[in-house]
Each structure stands twice: as C-alpha cells, then as structure tokens.
C-alpha cells in the first residue's frame, strides 16, 4: 500500500488544519490507519488512531479534545482534523496502515507509511 499525507502547512496558535491521507494502488479499507507525528531531535509519536470500519478511534492524550480522526471508505481516504493548535503540535505528521484491522496506538502494529507533511504551528 502505497500512502500519500497532504494538508500541512504554517497556521498560527489556536488555528486549524486538516490533513488527509489517500493509499495509491491499494486500498487501506480492511486496515486500521493511524497518523504520527515527528518533532526535530524527537522520536515519532503516536497521535491517532482509526479502525477498518472506522467505529473505533484511539488519540494520544495531549491531543485529546482538539484532533479528530475519520475515514472514507467510499474514498479511501483518512483525515486529521486538527483544531486549537498550539506550537507544540509543530511536526511532521505521518499516516500509516496497519498490519490489521484493529485500532493500534503502538508503532510497531504499523507496515505501510507515507512521506510525511509538515505542520508549523507560529506562537
């Protein structure tokens, strides 16, 4: 599966963004996908999680309450909604397929990543 994250760019604290992540050649329908988020000098994090029906989604707590996480089947699509953002989410933010179709918030569950959109978030 071959995955492509889009919808970053530079928002000022307490802006919004909404990242999408489209699989090329294959679709991610019976896959979990879940979105990470790497910082410079930090190691990449989990920041949400979706499951293959999309009935079931995980979110890492300092996120909790301000990102969204859904799917469209019919699109084959994942999106990221991101609201009240603050400098601290300033990363590159990754989509990625799971080896299964459950939920998964550990890093080794997933097999399929993209390349990455940049998120900068301005104080």
């Known amino acids: 599966v071959q995955l492509q994250a889009s919808g970053g760019g530079l928002v000022q604290a307490g802006g919004s963004l909404r990242l999408s992540c489209a699989a090329a050649?294959?679709?991610?329908?019976?896959?979990?996908v879940g979105w990470f988020r790497q910082a410079p000098g930090k190691d990449r994090a989990f920041v949400a999680t979706i499951n293959w029906s999309g009935g079931d989604t995980r979110y890492a707590d300092s996120v909790k309450g301000r990102f969204t996480i859904s799917r469209d089947r019919a699109k084959n699509a994942v999106h990221l909604q991101m609201s009240s953002l603050e400098p601290d989410d300033t990363a590159v933010y990754y989509c990625?397929?799971?080896?299964?179709?459950?939920?998964?918030?550990?890093?080794?569950?997933?097999?399929?990543w993209g390349q990455g959109t940049q998120v900068t978030v301005s104080s």
């Open positions: 990625a397929a799971a080896r299964g179709a459950a939920a998964a918030v550990g890093i080794s569950g997933y097999q399929y």
């Open positions: 050649r294959r679709t991610f329908s019976n896959n979990a």
